[in-house]
């Protein structure tokens, strides 16, 4: 990536890597949690780290980073995910703050569901999933503003993000009944 930076002068940067299991067969493992946190915070860390340097010189660039609705509140039926999709979120809003001085824009994208690989394999009901290609162009139209979020679909978002501020009394019976993500 940093050769091809050298190259072409990479202006933008979507990273995006996740990988997910659940807690349907009981606890997750040490091994799962560590797959999933190496793979969704470290693979867009990864990603972004070695062009940072390049940006700053060059006072331009934007990043964008695919968190998730799951890093708003950590759900038990997929602790690693939201943990690990949390970081990524607290990640790229630390991000944003440092490097405007550079005229580097950072964008955290928190979508909810999306049809894809990943969601294929779940067996529940997944509200307000959303085609690929109409996350994508959601995505698309609204980076050329430079928001410090974008998070979808919007009724989800508000969901997650109130259910987020209430204390655990609350929240933990409601979301004791989401179902198991295997």
């Known amino acids: ?5 050298e190259k072409y002068n990479i202006d933008v940067i979507i990273a995006n890597a996740g990988i997910s299991a659940g807690t349907a067969e009981g606890n997750e493992s040490y091994q799962q949690i560590k797959d999933i946190i190496d793979t969704n915070l470290y693979g867009v860390i990864n990603m972004i780290d070695p062009l940072i340097a390049n940006m700053q010189k060059r006072q331009k660039g934007k990043i964008a980073i695919i968190s998730s609705l799951a890093g708003y509140r950590g759900l038990p ?32 994208i928190t979508p909810g569901y999306i049809k894809s690989a990943m969601t294929d394999r779940n067996d529940f009901y997944m ?40 204390p655990p009394f609350i929240t933990d019976p409601i979301f004791a009944r989401l179902p198991k993500k295997g």
Request: hydrophobic share 50%; proline share 5%.
């Open 77 to 108: 039926s997929c602790p690693a995910y939201s943990a690990s999709k949390g970081a990524v979120k607290i990640y790229g809003e630390a991000l944003r703050g440092l490097l405007a001085k550079n005229g580097i824009g950072v964008t955290v």
């Open 1 to 5: 990536l940093l050769s091809m930076d």
């Open 127 to 166: 509200p307000f999933l959303l085609q690929t290609d109409k996350a994508v162009n959601i995505m698309i139209r609204k980076l050329s503003k430079n928001p410090a979020r974008i998070a979808f679909p919007k009724i989800l978002y508000f969901f997650v993000w109130f259910m987020s501020i209430l």
